[in-house]
C-alpha cells in the first residue's frame, strides 16, 4: 500500500522569505501523480500543483514550485516570495496512474501548518 | 462554487443516533469520494463511488454507509454515530480518475458526536 508522510506539523516563514515543506512517500508503483493542496482557515482545499511521475522537469506555478525526487521518493514545495495569504495547512497527496485498478482515489500527509509571520 | 455542495456544514449530534451528510454535485462527475480530517491524519478515505449504485470501502469504513442512487447525489450515512466519529468529513468529485485536475472539493461538515 502507498503511504504519504510529512514529517513536520508546523513551519514558519518571514513574509517574503522563502520556505520548504517536506513530502515522502512510499510506492512500488511507476506511474503516480502527485499534488500540493492548501487549505486555509475556511477550510477549502485548494490545489496548488501537480507532478506527473512520469515527468522528469519539476513542476511550477508562479511562486510555487516542486522538487520532485523520485529515486529518493520525495515531493518538496517551496514557496518563494512568502505573503500572508500563504498561511495555510499544507497537504502532500499521492495518486495511482492509469489501470484497470485505479479508483482515482488520493492518499494524504498529515499536513503541514504553515505561519507567516509579518 | 465548483459545483459541488455539501449540507450541513454543521451538526451536533448524540451518541447513538443516526446522521446523514450529503453531497451534491452539478459537474456530473463519474466519481465521487467521502474523506475525513482529523488533527494528525490529514484525510483519509472513506468510502468512494464510481458510478450509480457502484461504491467501495476505503481505508477508514467502519461504521459508515454509503449510498448513490443519483450520479448528483452521494450520502453518507453514519448508522449510530459515536465520539469517535467527530470530525470533519469533505466530499470530492473527479470526472476521469482526477488525473489532470486532482479532485474538487466541497466546503466540509464539521460533525461533533457528544
Known amino acids: 500500500a502507498q503511504t504519504v508522510t510529512q514529517s513536520q506539523p508546523e513551519m514558519s516563514v518571514q513574509e517574503a522569505e522563502t520556505v520548504t515543506l517536506s513530502c515522502t512517500y512510499d510506492?512500488?508503483?511507476?506511474?503516480?501523480?502527485l499534488f500540493w493542496y492548501k487549505q486555509p482557515p475556511s477550510r477549502q482545499m485548494i490545489l496548488v500543483i501537480r507532478?506527473?511521475?512520469?515527468?522528469?522537469q519539476n513542476a511550477t506555478e508562479n511562486r510555487f514550485s516542486v522538487n520532485f525526487q523520485k529515486a529518493a521518493k520525495s515531493f518538496s514545495l517551496k514557496i518563494s516570495d512568502s505573503q500572508l495569504g500563504d498561511a495555510a495547512m499544507y497537504f502532500c497527496?499521492?495518486?495511482?496512474?492509469?489501470?484497470?485498478?485505479?479508483?482515482?482515489?488520493?492518499?494524504f500527509g498529515q499536513g503541514t501548518t504553515l505561519q507567516v509571520k509579518p | 462554487d465548483a459545483g459541488i455542495t455539501q449540507s450541513p456544514r454543521h451538526k451536533v449530534t448524540e451518541t447513538g443516533t443516526p446522521v446523514t451528510l450529503r453531497c451534491h454535485q452539478t459537474e456530473n462527475h463519474r466519481y465521487m469520494y467521502w474523506y475525513r480530517q482529523d488533527p494528525g491524519h490529514g484525510l483519509r478515505l472513506i468510502h468512494y463511488?464510481?458510478?450509480?449504485?457502484?461504491?467501495d470501502k476505503g481505508e477508514v469504513s467502519d461504521g459508515y454507509s454509503v449510498s448513490r442512487s443519483k450520479t448528483e447525489d452521494f450520502l453518507l450515512t453514519l448508522e449510530s454515530a459515536t465520539s469517535s466519529q467527530t470530525s470533519v468529513y469533505f466530499c470530492a468529485i473527479s470526472e476521469s480518475q482526477g488525473i489532470l485536475y486532482g479532485y474538487t472539493f466541497g466546503s466540509g461538515t464539521r460533525l461533533t458526536v457528544v
Open positions: 497527496a499521492y495518486r495511482s496512474g492509469r489501470g484497470s485498478s485505479n479508483t482515482g482515489k488520493l492518499i
Open positions: 510506492t512500488s508503483e511507476s506511474d503516480y501523480y
Open positions: 463511488s464510481y458510478g450509480v449504485k457502484d461504491t
Open positions: 507532478q506527473e511521475a512520469y515527468k522528469q
